[in-house]
């Protein structure tokens, strides 16, 4: 039996793919690349963006093209607020949402075995010892509601599945933490994802000992609110990033994303203490005007973002005192930003253009144009944006970003970092990245694959 997997969206829906695919593995089925006929296909969704979920729908449209007597299963956060549309489209066979993805490798194989009597050829009668069991768009302008008439899942309840991807040979996702309490006025995920929950620290420890156990040097923990771990079992995440340090084999550590409100103060001076975490941060701001972030429903201010920005840096960043303090890396800031929210004024819209291009400076703007969502509350206010207008803050936004990131290169230049090697090969050259998250490449050499090499930048 072929089995075929394309995720889309965030590495939290990479790492539990590639869970899928380790339990699908384990039971005897053959993994095929997505373009190619399969018995069946497992497609992680995304709805983040009408455009996503549109491409969510034309994947699983080709796969049916392609294979029409395939199984076509579907999980992901598209999966649990548009279910019904998804199964109503030919060749899909189960549809699994957020309480669901314990289940999808258990019921998917009881699906294939249950066909005529060649289905199943191949496949372990039962599933494998400590498989996962983990078994598992409407139209753009769609009017369906989201499916939220039971309310998200709350914490500790249904399942949470433990993930981590293992795709890569040099860097795995680990997933800690799932759901989100905040309910920012645009945003759909505690009702794709659920309330804030995770997994015990013991759990997670394990998991990055298995890892290691593969050879992988590097760990990106991640989550939907990351930093809200220990909501469930009464734990800390400082507490987990303790207990991971401890795991041997692993050399690097990166947080993927982190609310600013929630990395406090004695994370930031535990990590530049002289740890396995890198000087890379992920911290979404979505707005730089405290009208817009409170209208939203932010839980910060513009200038509580900028005090804590400037705390990591008097912190992490290099003094310049000494030769050694001139020689270290200076910290990386990755920053998501939202255009056009609703009410979003030209005047608002400069302030957040203002804010990040004199106030805080990071290293790179990752620029969203607001999608509006059926039925979150920013989906009904009047005032919206026109997409035109979007388009135009999105790129004024990428040409910030651009002209950031090569001043933060810029400023780099002439300091030693630590570059991880990884496998691919292009024109003759293979990349990697530095501590604080700057691509780097050099002739290919197969025997710095996977190794950690000092670099001047």
């Known amino acids: 039996m072929k089995i075929a997997f394309l995720?889309?969206?965030?590495?939290?829906?990479?790492?539990?793919?590639?869970?899928?695919?380790?339990?699908?593995?384990?039971?005897?089925?053959?993994?095929?690349?997505?373009?190619?006929?399969?018995?069946?296909?497992?497609?992680?969704?995304?709805?983040?963006?009408?455009?996503?979920?549109?491409?969510?729908?034309?994947?699983?449209?080709?796969?049916?093209?392609?294979s029409p007597e395939a199984r076509i299963i579907v999980t992901g956060c598209y999966a649990e607020l548009r279910?019904?549309?998804?199964?109503?489209?030919?060749?899909?066979?189960?549809?699994?949402?957020?309480?669901?993805?314990?289940?999808?490798?258990?019921?998917?194989?009881?699906?294939?075995?249950?066909?005529?009597g060649t289905a199943g050829a191949g496949l372990a009668a039962e599933p494998a010892d400590g498989c996962p069991q983990v078994p598992g768009a409407a139209d753009a302008r769609t009017t369906e509601p989201v499916a939220a008439a039971a309310g998200p899942a709350r914490a500790g309840e249904g399942d949470i599945l433990e993930a981590y991807s293992?795709?890569?040979?040099?860097?795995?996702?680990?997933?800690?933490?799932?759901?989100?309490?905040?309910?920012?006025?645009?945003?759909t995920v505690p009702y794709a994802r659920g309330l804030s929950r995770n997994i015990p620290i013991a759990d997670a420890v394990a998991q990055a000992g298995r890892i290691a156990a593969e050879g992988i040097?590097?760990?990106?923990?991640?989550?939907?609110?990351?930093?809200?771990?220990?909501?469930?079992?009464?734990?800390?995440?400082?507490?987990?990033?303790?207990?991971?340090?401890?795991?041997?084999?692993?050399?690097?550590?990166?947080i993927s994303s982190i609310e600013?409100?929630?990395?406090?103060?004695?994370?930031?001076?535990?990590?530049?203490?002289?740890?396995?975490?890198?000087?890379?941060?992920?911290?979404?701001?979505?707005?730089?005007?405290?009208?817009?972030l409170k209208r939203v429903g932010r839980k910060y201010s513009t200038s509580f973002f900028e005090e804590k920005i400037a705390l990591i840096r008097e912190v992490m960043d290099p003094g310049e005192g000494t030769p050694e303090a001139r020689l270290k890396p200076y910290v990386f800031f990755g920053i998501d930003v939202i255009a056009g929210l609703p009410g979003e004024t030209p005047d608002l819209f400069e302030e957040t253009f203002r804010f990040l291009a004199e106030r805080i400076r990071p290293a790179f703007i990752?620029?969203?144009?607001?999608?509006?969502?059926?039925?979150t509350p920013a989906a009904?206010?009047?005032?919206?944006?026109?997409?035109?207008?979007?388009?135009?803050?999105?790129?004024?936004?990428?040409?910030?970003?651009?002209?950031?990131?090569?001043?933060?290169?810029?400023?780099?230049?002439?300091?030693h970092s630590k570059v991880l090697w990884e496998s691919d090969l292009k024109d003759g050259m293979m990349g990697g990245y530095t501590g604080n998250y700057i691509r780097v490449e050099r002739p290919w050499d197969q025997a710095r694959v996977n190794t950690i090499e000092d670099v001047i930048i």
């Open 166 to 187: 293992s795709g890569e040979r040099t860097r795995s996702f680990l997933k800690v933490q799932d759901g989100c309490n905040n309910f920012c006025a645009y945003c």
């Open 83 to 116: 279910k019904e549309s998804l199964q109503a489209m030919p060749g899909v066979a189960l549809v699994f949402g957020a309480k669901e993805k314990t289940k999808v490798v258990k019921d998917t194989l009881a699906l294939l075995r249950s066909g005529d």
């Open 217 to 254: 040097k590097e760990i990106v923990i991640t989550g939907v609110n990351t930093g809200d771990f220990g909501r469930s079992t009464g734990e800390s995440f400082l507490e987990l990033l303790k207990r991971l340090e401890e795991v041997e084999g692993i050399e690097r550590y990166r």
């Open 366 to 375: 990752h620029v969203f144009p607001y999608s509006r969502r059926p039925g």
């Open 380 to 415: 009904g206010w009047k005032d919206q944006v026109r997409d035109g207008v979007k388009t135009e803050r999105v790129e004024r936004l990428e040409r910030l970003c651009a002209d950031l990131h090569a001043s933060f290169v810029e400023k780099n230049r002439g300091r």
């Open 260 to 292: 600013p409100n929630l990395i406090t103060e004695d994370i930031i001076r535990w990590i530049a203490s002289g740890t396995k975490f890198q000087p890379h941060f992920h911290i979404p701001l979505q707005s730089g005007s405290d009208t817009v």
């Open 7 to 66: 995720t889309f969206g965030c590495k939290l829906n990479y790492a539990e793919t590639s869970t899928y695919e380790r339990g699908f593995v384990e039971n005897g089925l053959t993994v095929v690349p997505w373009e190619e006929a399969a018995d069946a296909y497992l497609v992680n969704t995304c709805s983040v963006t009408e455009r996503a979920e549109k491409k969510c729908r034309n994947a699983i449209r080709r796969m049916h093209r392609l």
